[in-house]
């Protein structure tokens, strides 16, 4: 990903040497024309097309802002009820994402999710505990996890 | 279009002292450091997002200082803020600091003690 976009950059630098006007338009025309060529030639990388990755990247992000949103509104709801009827509970969360930074990514999305906090990665990374603090929203809580950020992360990180 | 940039602003400012607020009454209403750490982490990062934004439409919008310095701090806070609730509960939980009575399952203790016996 990061070669394709190095490529588009030195295709829009040839550009702009070729029209031999060193300004900020003959770089943006450059680097259109660059993405025409490597979206002509997009056959012959083995990975994807980097705007795919990007358009990813992109909908995590207002993913990220979404959920820090909502979970603002249940704290807020929390906060303001006359009686405290919490009920907390840690819980275990397998994950199957392998890299470092996903992980990471994974937990700072929890953490920022309505309802629950990540206290502990397991030594072997397979395991997160997950402090909520409803214990009745767990099960739902799980499987929007699975399905919706881990989802949105391995479509980052695929090749 | 002053009218539209003031609105904004005051709305953005209005949000951050909202959840401010929010953040100092959980933290003195919920009854153990995990709870409050969800007040903590969440609340606080919003509340403190909201003000920098509106100090930033502030400056672009009425004085035309488009100022990078304060998106780069809501970058950091973005960044920052769940890792500090994470680390600050891992802590407490791994020094010993028992949950409120009112938790009503934990994973955790059997994985702690594992490897404290290590």
Not at chain 1, 130 to 144: C, N, R
Not at chain 2, 92 to 105: I, M, Q, R, W
Request: proline share 3%; net charge positive; charged share 15%.
């Amino acid at each position: 990903m990061a070669f394709q976009i190095l490529l588009n950059f030195f295709i829009a630098l040839v550009w702009m040497f070729l029209s031999s006007s060193l300004t900020v338009t003959s770089f943006v025309v450059g680097y259109l024309i660059g993405f025409i060529l490597l979206l002509m030639m997009r056959r012959f990388f083995t990975v994807k097309l980097y705007t795919r990755r990007l358009w990813a990247a992109i909908k995590l992000t207002l993913l990220f802002i979404k959920e820090l949103i909502m979970s603002n509104l249940s704290v807020l709801f929390l906060v303001i009820r006359p009686k405290l009827a919490i009920q907390p509970r840690i819980f275990a969360l397998p994950t199957d994402l392998k890299h470092d930074w996903e992980i990471t990514l994974l937990s700072s999305l929890i953490t920022l999710t309505p309802g629950t906090v990540v206290m502990y990665v397991s030594d072997d990374q397979k395991v997160l505990y997950v402090h909520a603090i409803d214990a009745g929203d767990v099960e739902e809580a799980v499987h929007s996890i699975k399905n919706t950020f881990e989802k949105a992360i391995r479509e980052v990180s695929r090749p | 279009m002053t009218v539209i940039a003031n609105t904004l602003i005051v709305f953005t400012i209005l949000t951050g002292l909202i959840f401010t607020v929010v953040t100092v009454i959980g933290v003195l209403r919920f009854p153990d450091v995990y709870t409050r750490a969800h007040a903590a982490s969440k609340s606080a990062t919003l509340g403190v997002i909201g003000i920098l934004l509106g100090t930033f439409f502030h400056f672009w919008l009425n004085e035309g200082l488009f100022s990078i310095k304060l998106l780069l701090g809501i970058l950091f806070l973005f960044i920052t803020a769940p890792i500090g609730g994470h680390l600050l509960s891992r802590a407490a939980y791994l020094s010993g600091v028992k949950p409120t009575k009112h938790t009503v399952g934990d994973d955790l203790a059997e994985v702690v003690k594992q490897s404290k016996r290590d």
